[in-house]
């Protein structure tokens, strides 16, 4: 199941390209070449490379902490967010 933000408190990096890469599976179909949408990381000589997981993890955790920001304390049940 990908994830949705209605049943999820957050929307992280990986839920977006689950979800860029299941759409264009299911509206062109799973023999397009490639693997579809990834993170890269930019190297200082300017070639780039696949995100290793811990660099997704910390892109994941950014995208959390962007959205507990932009909540402005309008969580209606007042709960404890964990990471």
């Given at each position: 199941m990908?994830p949705?933000?209605?049943?999820?408190m957050?929307f992280?990096?990986?839920?977006?390209?689950?979800?860029l890469?299941?759409s264009?599976n299911d509206?062109?179909?799973?023999d397009?070449?490639g693997?579809?949408?990834?993170?890269?990381r930019?190297?200082?000589d300017?070639?780039?490379?696949?995100?290793?997981?811990s660099e997704?993890a910390?892109?994941?955790?950014?995208?959390k902490?962007?959205?507990?920001?932009?909540d402005n304390?309008k969580?209606p049940?007042?709960?404890i967010i964990?990471?």
């Amino acid at each position: 199941m990908i994830p949705s933000p209605k049943n999820k408190m957050f929307f992280t990096t990986s839920d977006l390209l689950q979800r860029l890469n299941s759409s264009i599976n299911d509206s062109v179909g799973p023999d397009v070449p490639g693997d579809g949408f990834e993170l890269q990381r930019q190297m200082p000589d300017g070639s780039y490379r696949r995100a290793e997981k811990s660099e997704l993890a910390a892109a994941n955790f950014q995208t959390k902490m962007k959205q507990v920001r932009f909540d402005n304390g309008k969580n209606p049940f007042n709960t404890i967010i964990e990471f």
